[in-house]
């Protein structure tokens, strides 16, 4: 029950690339993502990341569906409430039914935010699926980021597969118990599933409190050393975000 998008990073063939090489380049389109004012920029942003995720990267498509799945859901949400306006006919109508429409500017806006959104999300999922957890909280410890942030972070990760490993666990022996045979039945395991859960959480998160405390407040992630910076790729990297940002500037001057 290993969360499939940490399979992938550490399946990445970017994997071994410096943390902060792939950080560069992953902000830098994030960056251009979230400010830009073109639509075509920002799905040409997506584009490039979902090429150098599936194509470069090497990242396998379901886990990088799936991965995408859940913050599209809530991108097309948003979207929908800007889309949709209340009011009177205008002349601007695409699609009306009574006060309920859609005009062409608020379509517009609508999917503007939808392709930047989406965009920024495959932006930082790249970083997430080419680089272990483990990697990104050494980077985050060498580029100063205070202690205690990192402690959290760190004790978030190890609680995670604790508690996939308990859920699973649980369910195994409610399954076994005919716990799923009818509705009722798994509505009453799958609530019985989500208590037992929290309450191990709850206690396992006061160990590693108690832990960290007996150890003047250090996590214990495993140390990783810091990864050569490859130049070319840096350079690369560099000049791909720079010519989208070109590209969103000259789209916002026209």
Same mark, same amino acid.
């Given at each position: 029950m290993r969360p499939t998008l940490d399979d992938a990073a550490w399946s990445s063939r970017w994997r071994t690339r410096s943390t902060l090489e792939k950080s560069l380049l992953c902000l830098g389109l994030l960056l251009v993502a979230a400010t830009t004012g073109s639509p075509l920029v920002a799905a040409l942003v997506g584009a490039v990341v979902t090429t150098l995720a599936l194509g470069v990267?090497?990242?396998p498509a379901r886990a990088w569906g799936a991965a995408l799945l859940g913050p599209l859901a809530f991108v097309l949400v948003g979207?929908?409430?800007?889309a949709v306006t209340v009011g009177g006919p205008t002349a601007d109508d695409l699609w009306r039914a009574g006060p309920v429409g859609i005009t062409r500017a608020?379509?517009?806006?609508?999917?503007?935010?939808?392709?930047r959104a989406t965009a920024a999300t495959s932006a930082l999922l790249l970083l997430a699926a080419t680089t272990p957890v483990?990697? /990104?909280? *050494?980077? =985050?410890? $060498? %580029?100063? !980021?205070?202690?205690?942030v990192v402690d959290v972070a760190a004790v978030t990760y190890r609680m995670i597969f604790g508690l996939l490993d308990a859920a699973r666990a649980i369910g195994e022996s409610q399954r076994g118990r005919l716990g799923y045979a009818t509705?009722?039945?798994?509505?009453?395991?799958?609530g019985g599933l /989500?208590? *037992?859960? =929290?309450? $191990? %959480?709850? !206690?396992?998160?006061?160990?590693?409190?108690?832990?960290?405390?007996?150890?003047?407040g250090v996590a214990?992630?495993?140390l990783v050393p810091a990864r050569p910076v490859s130049i070319p790729f840096v350079l690369a990297a560099a000049a791909l975000v720079t010519g989208l940002g070109v590209?969103?500037?000259?789209?916002?001057?026209?």
């Open positions: 990267a090497r990242v979207a929908l409430t800007i608020a379509a517009g806006s609508a999917l503007l935010v939808a392709l483990v990697e /990104v909280i *050494a980077g =985050l410890r $060498r %580029a100063g !980021v205070p202690d205690a509705g009722r039945a798994a509505r009453r395991s799958i /989500v208590a *037992a859960v =929290l309450v $191990r %959480a709850w !206690v396992r998160a006061g160990r590693l409190e108690d832990g960290l405390a007996g150890r003047g214990s992630v495993p590209a969103s500037a000259a789209e916002a001057l026209r």
